[in-house]
């Protein structure tokens, strides 16, 4: 005699809420690891501050203002050498020796102003150029009454000017070179920064990327079991 199947059968609306629950989770996580990868690619996306060949351009800046610094300063002793020489003979190596720091002096600035960008860059290599002008003026004016009346006459009259117009452009060209090199090593740390959030963007990168592949195994597992059921 057959006997009647007691067995109860699983309830459908009981496994309808684990399978929603399941779901949601997903899609929470799903969002999460979204929001994750829209920020590392905003950031990544994101224009660096400065390039290396940013870097390299100042690198030269420095070079240039540490070579201008030192042409005004070699200026400074054959100057002094000038009012104690009284033979126009013996002041002829100085006058070349004063000449040539000059010259190259001038090629300094012609040099920087073609690596400077910014307004107030500009107006500092046009201050060291005004106080260039300056110098030039007093210093032909030192020479002539040096050969015209002698060193007497160009110690009163037009060392002190002289002396004094060296000196600002001097003074400027030295602290030209300091900010040039504190830019420099700002910018450096800058670029070294950036290379640092740049390769922690990557690792964030790739994490979010495994655990959007599990999380993508996990789903496709859930959804057939789904169907299965």
């Given at each position: 005699m057959p006997?009647?199947n007691?067995?109860?059968?699983?309830?459908p609306?009981a496994v309808?809420?684990?399978a929603?629950?399941r779901?949601?989770l997903l899609?929470?996580?799903?969002?999460?690891?979204?929001a994750?990868g829209?920020f590392a690619a905003?950031?990544w996306?994101r224009?660096?501050p400065l390039t290396?060949a940013d870097?390299?351009t100042?690198?030269?800046?420095?070079?240039?203002?540490?070579?201008?610094?030192?042409?005004a300063?070699?200026?400074?002793?054959?100057l002094?050498?000038?009012?104690?020489t009284?033979d126009r003979?013996?002041r002829?190596?100085?006058y070349?020796?004063?000449?040539?720091?000059n010259?190259?002096a001038e090629?300094?600035?012609?040099a920087?102003?073609?690596?400077?960008?910014?307004p107030q860059?500009?107006?500092r290599v046009?201050?060291?150029?005004?106080?260039?002008t300056?110098?030039?003026?007093?210093?032909?004016?030192a020479?002539e009454?040096?050969e015209?009346?002698?060193?007497?006459g160009?110690?009163?009259?037009?060392?002190?000017?002289?002396r004094?117009?060296?000196?600002?452009?001097?003074?400027?060209?030295r602290r030209l070179?300091?900010?040039e090199?504190?830019?420099f090593?700002?910018?450096?740390?800058?670029l070294?920064?950036?290379?640092?959030?740049t390769?922690?963007?990557?690792?964030?990168?790739?994490?979010?990327a495994l655990?959007?592949?599990?999380?993508?195994?996990?789903?496709?597992?859930?959804?057939?079991?789904?169907v299965?059921?």
């Amino acid at each position: 005699m057959p006997y009647p199947n007691t067995a109860v059968p699983a309830a459908p609306a009981a496994v309808a809420p684990r399978a929603g629950a399941r779901l949601a989770l997903l899609l929470a996580i799903a969002g999460i690891l979204g929001a994750l990868g829209l920020f590392a690619a905003q950031q990544w996306l994101r224009p660096a501050p400065l390039t290396v060949a940013d870097l390299d351009t100042q690198q030269q800046r420095v070079a240039v203002a540490e070579s201008l610094q030192r042409h005004a300063e070699g200026t400074t002793v054959p100057l002094v050498q000038l009012l104690v020489t009284p033979d126009r003979e013996m002041r002829i190596p100085l006058y070349k020796q004063i000449d040539t720091a000059n010259a190259a002096a001038e090629g300094d600035l012609a040099a920087l102003a073609l690596l400077v960008k910014a307004p107030q860059d500009k107006a500092r290599v046009q201050e060291l150029l005004d106080l260039r002008t300056r110098y030039d003026e007093r210093y032909t004016a030192a020479v002539e009454e040096l050969e015209l009346s002698g060193a007497q006459g160009a110690l009163s009259q037009f060392w002190a000017p002289t002396r004094e117009a060296l000196a600002a452009m001097t003074q400027a060209s030295r602290r030209l070179a300091e900010q040039e090199r504190s830019t420099f090593a700002t910018q450096r740390v800058t670029l070294e920064n950036h290379g640092a959030e740049t390769q922690r963007l990557m690792w964030v990168a790739a994490v979010v990327a495994l655990l959007a592949a599990a999380l993508g195994g996990f789903g496709v597992r859930m959804l057939g079991r789904g169907v299965a059921a």
